[in-house]
Every structure is written in C-alpha cells, then in structure tokens.
C-alpha cells in the first residue's frame, strides 16, 4: 500500500465522490406525482411526468374544483423545455348531473394515443365509480408490445392510503 493510498484518503475520495453524485442527481426534476403549479379560481395547472401521473392529476383537479361544485376540462396540454409535461384545467360549473357514457365499462382496458385519449378515459371512469357509489378510482397504464397504451380503471370505496 503506498502513502497515497491510505485508508483515510481512499475514505474521504469515496465520501467526495459519493456527495458530488447525490448533489447532481438532486438537481434533476424528480416527480412520483403530479405537482401542482399554479391555481386560481376557476383553473388549476400541475406539471406531470408520464401517463399515470396525467392520470393523478385529474382526479386532483376533479378534488380542486369540486371545492367550486364544478368539474375539471381539460384547456391546455404543453411541454416543458425541462422535458416535463403541463396540464391546465379549468372548472366548469355543471347543471346537469355528470353522465357516464352507455359504453363504459369499467371491466375493459382501454387503448388510447394521446394524452387527452387518456383524460377523458379517466374523467369517464370516475364518472362511472361517482355513479355507483366509489369514492375512488384506481388505474393501471402499460405500454404494449407494439407500442399502443392501454389504461383499466378499478373503482374502490375506500381511499388508499400511501405511507412514505
């Protein structure tokens, strides 16, 4: 072992290394769920990352504006130069009670292309568990073999619990 290589040395170069790494991983966008950017009566935007994230965030949006007995539409969808996506919605007051389409099914996985594909996909299946009593709407996104997405909705009543 020469001078150079000391136990401590080689210690302090790991540790070095080590916190250099985790301050640069610190400083990309890092998201498990949709954050909310901005909101004010009667729109709310979150930032989101990815298929099940769009999702979440919808469900957040119908919690925000049920605040104002309205519903979320969906104005606007971007992309971010950080790479993340930008969803706007605006709440809407409703005087008809919010209807399921006749051909929704909550046993069926659904295809869909595009990410509005996939919000009303998910506003129908809320809509759905709303009118059957579930408090709840849970899902499930996954990429196909031939590069189609697919999205199942399952209605709970009971809300989940996430402990992190």
Same mark, same amino acid.
Request: proline share 5%.
């Given at each position: 072992?020469?001078?150079?290589?000391?136990?401590? =040395?080689?210690?302090?170069?790991?540790? !070095?290394?080590?916190?250099?790494?985790?301050? &640069?991983?610190?400083?990309?966008?890092?998201?498990?769920?949709?954050?909310?950017?901005?909101?004010?009566?009667?729109?709310?935007?979150?930032?989101?990352?990815?298929?099940?994230?769009?999702?979440?965030?919808?469900?957040?949006?119908?919690?925000?504006?049920?605040?104002?007995?309205?519903?979320?539409?969906?104005?606007?969808?971007?992309?971010?130069?950080?790479?993340?996506?930008? +969803? &706007?919605?605006?709440? +809407?007051?409703?005087?008809?009670?919010?209807?399921?389409?006749?051909?929704?099914?909550?046993?069926?996985?659904?295809?869909?292309?595009?990410?509005?594909?996939?919000?009303?996909?998910? =506003?129908?299946?809320?809509?759905?568990?709303?009118?059957?009593?579930?408090?709840?709407?849970?899902?499930?996104?996954?990429?196909?073999?031939?590069?189609?997405?697919?999205?199942?909705?399952?209605?709970?009543?009971?809300?989940? &619990? !996430? &402990? =992190?």
């Amino acid at each position: 072992m020469s001078a150079n290589s000391s136990p401590l =040395r080689i210690l302090g170069l790991l540790a !070095i290394t080590v916190s250099a790494g985790l301050m &640069v991983a610190s400083c990309a966008p890092q998201y498990s769920e949709p954050r909310q950017v901005q909101s004010s009566s009667p729109h709310v935007t979150y930032k989101y990352n990815g298929d099940q994230e769009l999702v979440q965030a919808n469900q957040s949006a119908a919690t925000f504006c049920s605040q104002y007995q309205s519903i979320p539409r969906t104005s606007n969808l971007t992309n971010d130069p950080d790479g993340s996506k930008v +969803v &706007v919605f605006e709440c +809407v007051k409703s005087t008809m009670p919010v209807m399921v389409p006749a051909q929704y099914n909550p046993n069926v996985s659904y295809i869909y292309l595009s990410d509005q594909e996939l919000l009303d996909a998910s =506003r129908n299946a809320q809509a759905y568990c709303l009118s059957t009593g579930s408090q709840q709407v849970t899902s499930n996104t996954s990429i196909n073999a031939n590069g189609t997405k697919t999205v199942s909705f399952q209605c709970s009543s009971t809300a989940t &619990v !996430i &402990v =992190r």
